[in-house]
């Protein structure tokens, strides 16, 4: 990766989980999200000197086959936190994940990119 030009980029993938306490986030499940979270910003800082970007991305609910594991009730109640009525897709969060990678995400590392629809907005 050292020999490689330009700027290069790690992203992470946590969960809003780690800044909310979601219907099915259990404390391990937030603890290890905060944790990932708090490594990305030391990672980002020890290798800047090394051109090398470090983020995480902590969307909250998004549709993937964990769905299956919760009751309906929960996953309602899960859903009507959402400020636009339905989770997130796999594919928005990716969209993130395609930005910072790309050029236009060279100047951004230790950076943590909450996606939850605004719904923390007070």
Same mark, same amino acid.
């Given at each position: 990766?050292?020999?490689?030009?330009?700027?290069?980029?790690?992203?992470? +993938? @946590?969960? $809003?989980?780690?800044?909310?306490?979601?219907?099915?986030? &259990?404390?391990?499940?937030?603890? /290890?999200?905060?944790? #990932?979270?708090?490594?990305?910003?030391?990672?980002?800082?020890?290798?800047?000197?090394?051109? +090398? @970007?470090? $983020?995480?991305?902590?969307?909250?609910?998004?549709?993937? &086959?964990?769905?299956?594991?919760? /009751?309906?009730?929960? #996953?309602?109640?899960?859903?009507?936190?959402?400020?636009?009525?339905?989770?997130?897709?796999?594919?928005?969060?990716?969209?993130?994940?395609?930005?910072?990678?790309?050029?236009?995400?060279?100047?951004?590392?230790?950076?943590?990119?909450?996606?939850?629809?605004?719904?923390?907005?007070?």
């Amino acid at each position: 990766m050292l020999e490689r030009d330009g700027i290069k980029k790690v992203v992470n +993938i @946590s969960s $809003n989980g780690a800044y909310n306490f979601d219907a099915f986030d &259990p404390p391990h499940y937030r603890a /290890s999200k905060a944790a #990932l979270d708090t490594l990305t910003k030391d990672l980002a800082r020890r290798y800047a000197r090394d051109r +090398i @970007s470090v $983020n995480s991305i902590a969307p909250a609910m998004t549709e993937t &086959p964990l769905f299956n594991v919760v /009751s309906e009730d929960v #996953l309602a109640e899960a859903v009507a936190q959402m400020p636009h009525g339905r989770p997130m897709q796999p594919a928005e969060v990716a969209a993130w994940v395609g930005f910072l990678i790309s050029p236009a995400g060279d100047v951004s590392s230790g950076n943590i990119i909450i996606l939850n629809q605004g719904r923390d907005v007070r």
